[in-house]
C-alpha cells in the first residue's frame, strides 16, 4: 500500500480571494500581489453587454491561494491605464484586450497589434458580442511595423511564416552580424482560430473534446484544466482515484513528449540515429496510452466529474522504457559533437525568465522552481521539483531526461495503487455535488508548463466564457532572447529545445 496521501485537494485546500476595485485603483492592487510573491496567471476580458469586465488572476503557493482583481469598463468607452510598468505578463494581456475586445490602453509603452490581423476593419473586435460575422479589407492591411535594428554590418534574415513540413506559421525575423545574432523577432498569430469564441454558448461537457485540441500534443494537460474549472464552477468534487488516475494520464502524456523532444534535439545536431531510438520508444509509449483510454494522444478519457478508462498502466514495460531511455540520453550527451553543440547554447538568463513569467522546463532549467503539481495540486503526490542552472541548451535537454525518470518513478506508484483498488477500468464518476459557483479556475502543470483555464457559466448552465493560457504565453518572449549572441545554425537546435505551441498560443 501506499505511504502518501493522494487525496484531491481542489475544492478542499484551495483558498480563494475576489475583489472588484475602481480602473483608477487597479494598478495599486495589481501592485499589492507582486509585492506579495503572486503570480499573474490569467487576464481575461469578457463582455457583459452594458460593461467589459476585465479578470486578472493571480496564484501564489504554500498554501494555494488564487486571487482574482475585477474591473468593470463602460462598454461603450473601455479604457485602462497599462500596467506594463509593473508587469511584462500583463502587458501583453492588456495589448490582447485591445485586439479582441476594443479595450484601450493608455500609455502602453509597446501598443502595436499582438494577436490582431492587418486586415481586421479597425472598429471590428471578434470577441465582443455584437462582433458579427468577420469584417476584413485585404486592400487595407498596413503590414507588421516591425522596428528595424540598424547598425554596421547588421542585416536581416526573414524566415517564414510558411515552413517546411508541418511545423505551424510563424515568422521569425533575424537581425545578424555574420553568422550571430544580434536580435530575434518573432511574429505569431498567423491562425488564430477564434477558439475562446468557439466555446460561448457550449454545453460544458461539449466544451471537453475542444479543450483536447487546443494544443494537440497537450490533450490532457488541457482538457484537465477546463474540466477542473468547470468542476469548481458545478460544485463538483470527484473522488481519490479519480483525481490519481487523471494525473497518472498527465504524467504518461510528458513522458511521450519529453522523449519525443530529447531525439528532436539530437536530431537538430545531426545524430539522427539517436532520434530514431527516440522515437520507437515514442511510439512504445503512444501504444501504451491507446491501451489505457483507446486512444494514442490520450483522448476521451478526461470527462467532467470523472474519468473514463478501458486498460490498466503496463508497469514492466514502463520500466523498461525508462530504462532504455535513460541509456539512451546518457548515450546522446556522452558524443563529444553533440556536447560541445549543446553546452553555452542559446542560454536564456534566470533575471530575464523571471521578469517574463517564465513557466515549466524553461523555467526550471534556469532554477526557477515553478510547478503545479508542487504549488496547485489537485491530487497529493510525493514530488520535488526538477532543476537545472545553467539555462542552455543542455539544461533543457537534462531537464527533460530527470522529468521522465521522475514521472516514470510516479507512474510506478500509480500502477500499484489502482491496481491494488481494482481500477481503472471502467468509467469513475464523482464523489459530491456542492452548490455551483457558475465560475471556475483550473491550473495542470503540462509537460510545456503551467496550464490555466478560466471559465464562466451563465444561468442556463452553458460556458459564456472561457479563457485559456498555455504556457508557451508566456514562455514566447524568452526565446528571443536566449538566441542574443548564439549562431543562426542554431536557431533549429534552440527552437526545439524550447519547444513550444503555436496552437496553443494561436487561440
Known sequence: MTEWDYSPTVGINVKRESVTVEPEGLPRAVSQQLEKGARLALASAIDDAD????????VSPN??????????????????????????????????????FGVKIANHPMPRRLVRHG??????????????????????????????????????IPVGPIHAGLIEPGHFRFYAVGETVV?????????????????????????????????????????????????????????????????????????????????????????????????????????????????????????IGGISLIGDLKLDQLRNIAESFQELAEIIVGNPMVHERFSHTATLLRADALLLGALGPVARSVGIATDARIAHPFVGLPIEAALEASGDVMARFSLRVKEFQASAKLLGEFGSILSERALPNGTLVAARQDSPRRQGFGLVEGWRGTIANRVELDDSGHLSRVKVVDPSWFNWPALPLAMAETIVPDFPLANKSFNLSYSGNDL
Open 119 to 156: 486586415h481586421w476593419l479597425p472598429t471590428w473586435y471578434p470577441m465582443r458580442h455584437n462582433a458579427g460575422v468577420a469584417k476584413f479589407s485585404l486592400e487595407d492591411d498596413p503590414g507588421y511595423p516591425f522596428v528595424p535594428v540598424k547598425g554596421t554590418g547588421i542585416y536581416e
Open 51 to 58: 460593461q467589459i469586465r476585465l479578470v486578472y488572476a493571480f
Open 183 to 303: 536580435k530575434l523577432k518573432i511574429r505569431l498569430w498567423f491562425l488564430h482560430k477564434g477558439l475562446e469564441k468557439l466555446f460561448e454558448g457550449m454545453e460544458p461537457t461539449a466544451g471537453v473534446a475542444l479543450s483536447e485540441k487546443i494544443s494537440g500534443d497537450s490533450s490532457i494537460g488541457h482538457s484537465l484544466a477546463y474540466v477542473l474549472a468547470v468542476e469548481e464552477a458545478l460544485g463538483v468534487t470527484v473522488n481519490p482515484d479519480v483525481a490519481l488516475a487523471r494525473a497518472m494520464l498527465l504524467e504518461l502524456e510528458r513522458l511521450y513528449n519529453h522523449v519525443a523532444d530529447v531525439g528532436a534535439m539530437a536530431n537538430d545536431v545531426g545524430y539522427s540515429v539517436a532520434n530514431s531510438h527516440a522515437l520507437a520508444l515514442r511510439e512504445e509509449l503512444l501504444r501504451i496510452n491507446r491501451g489505457i483510454t483507446g486512444n494514442r494522444l490520450l483522448r476521451g478519457a478526461i470527462k
Open 63 to 100: 498554501p494555494d491561494l488564487r486571487t482574482e482583481i475585477s474591473v468593470n469598463l463602460p462598454s461603450n468607452d473601455p479604457v485602462i491605464t497599462s500596467l506594463a510598468p509593473l508587469s511584462f505578463p500583463a502587458s501583453r494581456f492588456e495589448r490582447e484586450f485591445h485586439d479582441l
